[in-house]
Nanobody
Framework: QVQLAESGGGLVQAGGSLRLSCVASGRTFSSYVMGWFRQTPGKGRESVAAITWRGGSTLYADSVKGRFTISRDNAKNTLYLQMNSLKPEDTAVYYC????????????????????????WGQGTQVIVSS
């Protein structure tokens, strides 16, 4: 069972930046597909960004493209989400998630949110963007 722990959320003014981190347990983080998702009350879960196991391919929601950057440091078992030019509509609880199967070999191009099943989830970190 993969344990995921997010941090870095908080209150920021519109136009500001935050960097979220997600530390994963286990010795095979470098083989996991990872993603960031968010949820607000009354809205369903929204996919934000995802990254393949060596970082060779990423996928972004249209709403965050050009403002958010997903990255990973496999030596530190850590996933990041750099969020710039934040807007009030980015306010949400942000979750990191993993497809913790042992992915190896050539990374595919990430083209679809249902390309990999995200089955392990963190507890979430709150991001509030004030106008």
């Amino acid at each position: 069972q993969v344990q995921l722990a997010e941090s870095g959320g908080g209150l920021v003014q519109a136009g500001g930046s935050l960097r979220l981190s997600c530390v994963a347990s286990g010795r095979t983080f470098s083989s996991y597909v990872m993603g960031w998702f968010r949820q607000t009350p009354g809205k369903g879960r929204e996919s934000v960004a995802a990254i393949t196991w060596r970082g060779g391919s990423t996928l972004y929601a249209d709403s965050v493209k050009g403002r958010f950057t997903i990255s990973r440091d496999n030596a530190k078992n850590t996933l990041y989400l750099q969020m710039n030019s934040l807007k009030p509509e980015d306010t949400a609880v942000y979750y990191c998630a993993a497809d913790p199967r042992q992915h190896v070999g050539i990374e595919p191009v990430f083209t679809s949110w249902d390309q990999f099943p995200f089955t392990s989830w963190g507890q979430g970190t709150q991001v509030i963007v004030s106008s």
